[in-house]
């Protein structure tokens, strides 16, 4: 049996058991696992399929790439149809991602012999001449960029298996909007968004791109967010692969896309947040992708190649507002690469065809990445509401008050240069003598080589983060721009590559500094340090080992193939038998929410009060039913859906409409998060103790019982 036809038979398998999954209501938590693991490969698979079929002939990273981006938009466009149909259920998902990928055996025999043999870049700019070169560069710089390679891969395993048991940490926003809507999402099986009484309520009209992908991984599992809580790291994964991708693309050798893969994913913020389930990276992937689907688009026009590049620009769109330009400026650049590239070209597109491949780009784009600004523009008028629109001063979209770019710089205060980019806490402490260099250097180098598409591409660091201070208001962090960080590292290789020998000595310097760095930084146990080291001193010395025979070649891909595959295998089953030991811990470093899972029946519904922080009193099996209970008379506006009210609903209001609320919602407890700026519900607490009465109370939460009026009355006063 080949390779494909075996692809084919696990596909098949893998499809059968997500289809078992939907008919069944609950599983033990290891076939869940197995059941999350034939998710991901059934998606995998949807996507290759797609990348198959439009743009068969990319180079291997450059098609993986797409093939992760075609399968994040598969998923993304079937949630959102569920959701608008309030079908948004495991069950209901996991059959349609099984019988897609049951379609994708059909796609098999339409391609047949498998994908079409990868095609270098056409023409890549700033290639240097291999002729003449030494017999041991080559040689070298393959054992150093494989050190890399599973120095980054051992890292990120090794940090998982350490973090799986832990208690709830995520991302900056993970407990606040991020994970909220996926719990939200998960008992009213709809795509509606919730309004937050304190903190910036904008986030009930953002993109949803992220938030979907955490649903997603929430699907086998049902009740517990064990892999839903990393939702960006696939798309980490795929950012490091998408920097080599770009790398290629624009002619650097393999060890100098390594090397900017490894400046880039050796970052400790860039790591870190990998862990989460926020929309950073899910926005720099996205980013990559595009630019990566560009190029190729110009270097050789087809409609496949167009139509990528559409996806890919709707996941860019749908995952962050600052998509928008992100995405603008993408497009720009294209534009430029076209006028260059296509003068005197013999393959290029007439009028017609242009506007044909702009309208599919547009169309794809659309399909992908435009349900949120359409869900907006009709509740609101505003496809980017609450953030107004203005060119040239002229209004074109308003806002809601206080959500302009003025209003936010005002509340977050200047930017602090020094701190975001020359701080080791902060980026890392290599840049300084490599990435902000480079971001300034490599574009004024290869424009006075009249290399105009290569300088356009390095320039995009310094355009994405003038856009950052721009319309970002937020300016503490470097998430917002990492897609900028990744192209400043592959700027920072290209230049190496103009050094000659001294690059490649520069190169192989950096490669095994980076990479024992990272291995000293992660802090592995002392046996996984000798056996990493051990694997990485057989690395160096593979590339010397004689040539194998076509035979032996293939029974080597065969074997390391089947040994990934058991390794993946055994991982899913030894982490399915530990999500128990995870579930156990999730909400340790907080007591209110630890009172809260002791105290209070399974399914208790739990009215919130206070700062965006709420997710983690849907209970460690998102059990409970969290309600940020309206102070106006209406309960329709207490969430943001299609057609539905817009306005936050909480005026001033008076006691007995509030407390009226938490009857007809049924109510039982309330949870209250403490700061220095208290709507009122806090005072009308404490001030009627014969309605509630206080069960938890620490440094920052409390926990109010219900205890007065039933469920369903009320009274006046």
């Given at each position: 049996?080949n390779g494909?036809?075996?692809?084919?038979?696990?596909?098949?398998?893998a499809?059968?058991?997500l289809?078992?999954a939907?008919?069944?209501?609950?599983?033990?938590?290891?076939?869940?696992?197995?059941?999350?693991?034939a998710?991901?490969?059934?998606?995998?698979?949807?996507?290759?399929?797609?990348?198959?079929l439009?743009?068969?002939?990319?180079?291997a990273?450059?098609a993986?790439v797409?093939a992760?981006?075609?399968?994040?938009?598969f998923a993304h466009?079937?949630?959102?149809?569920?959701?608008?149909?309030g079908w948004?259920?495991?069950a209901?998902f996991?059959?349609?991602?099984?019988i897609?990928?049951?379609l994708?055996?059909?796609?098999a025999?339409?391609?047949p012999?498998?994908v079409?043999?990868?095609?270098?870049?056409?023409?890549?700019?700033?290639?240097?001449?291999?002729a003449?070169?030494?017999?041991w560069?080559?040689?070298?710089?393959?054992a150093?960029g494989?050190a890399?390679?599973?120095?980054?891969?051992?890292?990120y395993?090794?940090?998982a298996?350490r973090?799986?048991v832990?208690p709830?940490?995520?991302?900056?926003?993970?407990?606040?909007?991020?994970?909220?809507?996926?719990?939200v999402?998960?008992?009213?099986?709809?795509l509606?968004m919730?309004?937050?009484?304190?903190?910036?309520?904008?986030?009930a009209?953002?993109?949803?791109?992220?938030?979907?992908?955490s649903?997603?991984?929430?699907?086998?599992?049902g009740d517990t967010?064990v892999?839903a809580r990393?939702?960006?790291l696939?798309y980490?994964v795929?950012s490091?692969?998408?920097?080599?991708?770009v790398a290629r693309?624009?002619g650097?050798?393999?060890?100098?896309?390594?090397?900017?893969?490894?400046?880039y994913g050796?970052?400790?913020?860039?790591?870190?947040l990998?862990?989460?389930?926020?929309n950073?990276?899910?926005?720099?992937?996205?980013?990559?992708a595009?630019?990566d689907a560009?190029?190729?688009?110009?270097?050789?026009?087809?409609r496949?190649?167009?139509?990528?590049?559409?996806?890919?620009?709707?996941?860019?769109?749908?995952?962050?507002?600052?998509?928008v330009y992100?995405?603008a400026?993408?497009?720009l650049?294209?534009?430029?690469a076209?006028a260059?590239?296509?003068r005197?070209?013999a393959?290029r597109l007439?009028?017609?065809?242009?506007?044909?491949a702009a309208?599919?780009v547009a169309?794809c784009?659309?399909?992908?990445?435009?349900?949120t600004?359409?869900?907006?523009l009709?509740?609101?008028?505003?496809?980017?509401y609450?953030?107004?629109?203005?060119i040239a001063?002229?209004?074109?979209?308003?806002?809601a008050?206080?959500s302009s770019?003025?209003?936010?710089?005002?509340?977050?205060?200047?930017?602090?240069?020094?701190?975001?980019l020359?701080s080791?806490?902060?980026?890392?402490?290599y840049?300084?003598?490599?990435?902000?260099?480079?971001?300034?250097?490599?574009?004024?180098?290869?424009?006075?080589?009249r290399r105009?598409?290569l300088a356009?591409v390095?320039?995009?660091?310094?355009?994405f983060?003038?856009e950052?201070?721009?319309f970002?208001?937020?300016?503490r962090?470097?998430?917002?721009?990492?897609?900028?960080?990744a192209?400043?590292?592959?700027a920072?290789?290209?230049?190496?590559?103009?050094l000659?020998?001294a690059g490649l000595?520069l190169?192989?310097?950096?490669?095994?500094?980076?990479?024992?760095?990272?291995?000293?930084?992660?802090?592995?146990?002392l046996?996984?340090?000798?056996v990493?080291?051990?694997?990485?001193?057989a690395?160096?010395?593979?590339?010397?080992r004689r040539?194998?025979?076509?035979?032996?070649?293939?029974?080597?891909r065969?074997?390391?193939a089947?040994?990934?595959?058991?390794?993946?295998?055994?991982l899913?089953?030894?982490?399915?038998?530990?999500?128990?030991?995870?579930?156990?811990?999730?909400?340790?470093?907080?007591?209110?929410?630890?009172v809260l899972?002791?105290?209070?029946p399974?399914g208790?519904?739990v009215?919130y009060?206070?700062?965006?922080?709420?997710?983690?009193?849907?209970?460690?099996?998102l059990?409970?039913?969290?309600?940020?209970?309206?102070?106006?008379?209406?309960?329709?506006?207490?969430?943001?859906?299609w057609g539905?009210?817009?306005?936050?609903?909480?005026?001033?209001?008076?006691y007995?409409?509030?407390?009226?609320?938490?009857g007809?919602?049924?109510v039982?407890?309330?949870v209250?998060f403490?700061?220095?700026?208290?709507?009122p519900e806090?005072?009308?607490?404490?001030?009627?103790?014969?309605?509630?009465?206080?069960l938890?109370?620490?440094?920052?939460?409390e926990?109010w019982?219900?205890?007065?009026?039933?469920v369903?009355?009320g009274?006046g006063?």
């Open positions: 049996m494909d036809r075996l692809a084919q038979a696990v596909t098949a398998i499809a059968v058991l289809a078992t939907a008919a069944m209501s609950t599983l033990d938590r290891r076939p869940q696992a197995l059941v999350a693991l998710l991901l490969y059934c998606l995998w698979r949807i996507g290759r399929a797609g990348q198959r439009l743009v068969p002939d990319l180079e990273t450059s993986a797409a992760f981006a075609l399968a994040a938009a466009v079937v949630a959102i149809v569920l959701g608008q149909g948004m259920l495991p209901p996991l059959l349609v991602v099984s897609a990928a049951l994708t055996l059909l796609v025999r339409a391609v012999g498998g079409t043999p990868a095609a270098p870049p056409a023409a890549p700019p700033g290639a240097p001449p291999a003449g070169e030494p017999w560069r080559a040689r070298l710089e393959t150093l494989l890399m390679v599973v120095a980054l891969v051992g890292g395993v090794a940090r298996i973090f799986f832990q709830l940490v995520g991302g900056p926003d993970d407990l606040s909007y991020h994970l909220t809507a996926v719990a999402w998960a008992r009213h099986a709809d509606r919730v309004k937050f009484a304190m903190g910036f309520a904008g986030t009209f953002y993109p949803i791109l992220p938030e979907i992908s649903w997603v991984l929430l699907t086998p599992f967010d892999a990393w939702a960006e696939p980490l795929f490091l692969l998408a920097v080599v991708a693309r624009l650097l050798r393999w060890s100098s896309a390594v090397l900017a893969c490894g400046l050796f970052i400790e913020r860039v790591f870190t990998g862990f989460a389930a926020g950073d990276h899910s926005s720099a992937f996205a980013v990559l595009a630019l560009a190029i190729a688009a110009v270097q050789r026009p087809r496949g190649r167009f139509a990528l590049l559409g996806v890919c620009l709707g996941l860019v769109v749908a995952s962050k507002y600052t998509g992100y995405a400026t993408l497009l650049v294209m534009a430029l076209m260059v590239e296509w005197g070209a393959e007439s009028p017609r065809g242009l506007l044909m309208g599919l169309a784009a659309a399909i992908v990445g435009g349900y600004y359409l869900r907006n009709v509740a609101t008028g505003n496809p980017l609450p953030q107004p629109l203005a001063g002229r209004q074109i979209f308003p806002g008050p206080g770019l003025a209003d936010l710089h005002d509340v977050f205060g200047p930017i602090d240069y020094r701190q975001l020359l080791p806490s902060t980026l890392a402490d840049a300084r003598f490599t990435l902000l260099p480079a971001a300034l250097l490599a574009p004024l180098l290869a424009a006075l080589r105009w598409v356009a390095l320039a995009l660091p310094l355009i983060f003038a950052f201070v721009a970002t208001f937020d300016h962090e470097i998430r917002y721009f990492f897609a900028a960080i192209l400043a590292a592959v920072f290789a290209w230049l190496t590559e103009q000659g020998n000595l190169r192989a310097v950096l490669l095994f500094l980076l990479t024992f760095r990272f291995l000293a930084w992660i802090d592995l146990p046996h996984h340090e000798r990493l080291a051990a694997g990485l001193v690395l160096l010395a593979w590339p010397w040539a194998p025979s076509a035979r032996e070649a293939v029974i080597a065969r074997v390391a089947a040994a990934a595959a058991i390794g993946v295998l055994v899913a089953l030894a982490a399915g038998s530990r999500v128990e030991s995870y579930q156990r811990v999730k909400l340790a470093r907080s007591p209110a929410a630890m899972e002791r105290e209070v399974a208790t519904t009215g009060v206070g700062l965006n922080q709420p997710y983690l009193f849907f209970g460690s099996r059990q409970n039913d969290v309600r940020i209970v309206p102070r106006a008379p209406s309960l329709q506006a207490e969430f943001f859906r539905g009210v817009v306005e936050a609903p909480f005026p001033p209001g008076r007995w409409r509030w407390r009226t609320s938490l007809r919602l049924g039982t407890h309330v209250v403490r700061s220095p700026y208290e709507d806090r005072r009308w607490l404490a001030n009627h103790p014969a309605d509630f009465s206080r938890h109370a620490d440094d920052q939460l926990i019982r219900v205890t007065g009026w039933g369903t009355g009274r006063g």
